[in-house]
């Protein structure tokens, strides 16, 4: 799915990488170490013309029938096995990496985060502004999004890249 969307900001949404998550207890292994994270990622608002269209770009995956699929093939798993997202994220990363270059056909120009968070947006705020609400956590469907616009200026970063 391609559409416009309001971006809802919020620099708060940066401190979540730092919750303790299972197998976790300081927050993502990635922040502070890639440049597409915290807290070196820059703030969307810097890096987007916020007065031009921005659009999201989602990909939806079936959670549900993926963790099915787990259990009938390992009857002993537990359910946090079933859904470990080592397990299907690749597929649905693959599926948005596809929906992004249909979007660069048809907008050249743009540039494109698969880490809008990472940038300060509030994800589910921005989708939800849009119709789409996100599972917290993902039971049946998890999307994979990813925010496009035109660039203010060209950082030279490789957070933000054009596609096409």
């Not at 900001?9 to 998550?21: A, F, I, N, S, T």
């Not at 608002?45 to 659009?55: F, K, S």
């Not at 939806?60 to 080592?86: I, N, Y």
């Not at 049946?140 to 496009?148: D, F, K, N, S, Y």
């Amino acid at each position: 799915m391609i559409f416009p969307v309001r971006v809802v900001l919020w620099e708060g949404v940066r401190d979540l990488c730092l919750r303790p998550y299972r197998g976790h207890p300081r927050g993502c292994p990635n922040y502070g170490r890639r440049v597409s994270c915290p807290p070196t990622a820059p703030f969307f608002v810097d890096v987007y013309d916020l007065a031009q269209p921005v659009y999201a770009i989602v990909t939806e995956f079936d959670l549900a029938s993926h963790v099915a699929r787990m259990r009938s093939a390992h009857p002993g798993w537990s359910d946090a096995q079933c859904r470990c997202c080592l397990y299907w994220q690749p597929r649905a990363r693959k599926a948005l990496r596809a929906e992004i270059q249909a979007f660069a056909h048809e907008y050249p120009g743009y540039q494109v985060t698969m880490t809008p968070e990472a940038m300060g947006v509030n994800v589910t705020a921005t989708l939800r502004s849009a119709g789409i609400i996100l599972e917290w956590p993902p039971q049946r469907i998890t999307r994979q999004v990813a925010l496009a616009g035109k660039s203010k200026v060209n950082t030279g970063g490789t957070h933000s890249r054009p596609v096409g």
